[in-house]
């Protein structure tokens, strides 16, 4: 049985959201019996509306340099973005904190991410 850490009581966005990945590792992993996600291979990082492309372009520069071409926007709204980087093994999510998404609706939104992230990188 999976416990579930995510408890926003006391926590700022973020600290929630890191939480709820954390939870949503275990329950991918435990979907499908492997450890798909782990620490070495999922990247996250945080921006705001403000602060968006600047964080784009940083994480994408260091982990997922094919979303810098110009097909991949640096502005559009988003709450997660699910990024891969197959040959090294990575996979990304980029996460926009001043969305009105908030509560358990992540669950639902990073799972998706997730989702995405394993169709695009199954031989991980």
């Not at 049985?1 to 006391?10: E, P, Q, R, Y």
């Not at 929630?16 to 291979?41: G, M, P, R, T, W």
């Not at 979303?67 to 973005?81: G, I, N, P």
């Amino acid at each position: 049985m999976i416990h579930l850490k995510a408890n926003a009581v006391g926590k700022t966005k973020r600290e929630y959201i890191e939480d709820v990945i954390d939870d949503c590792k275990l329950i991918f992993n435990a979907a499908f019996a492997d450890q798909f996600f782990h620490d070495d291979n999922l990247k996250v990082a945080f921006c705001t509306s403000a602060d968006q492309a600047s964080v784009f372009e940083e994480f994408c520069g260091k982990y997922f340099p094919l979303y810098l071409d110009e097909k991949h926007s640096r502005t559009d709204y988003f709450a997660a973005q699910a990024m891969t980087n197959v040959p090294e093994n990575i996979c990304g999510v980029l996460i926009c904190l001043d969305t009105p998404d908030e509560g358990e609706i992540w669950y639902q939104i990073i799972l998706h991410v997730f989702a995405f992230s394993r169709k695009n990188t199954c031989h991980m």
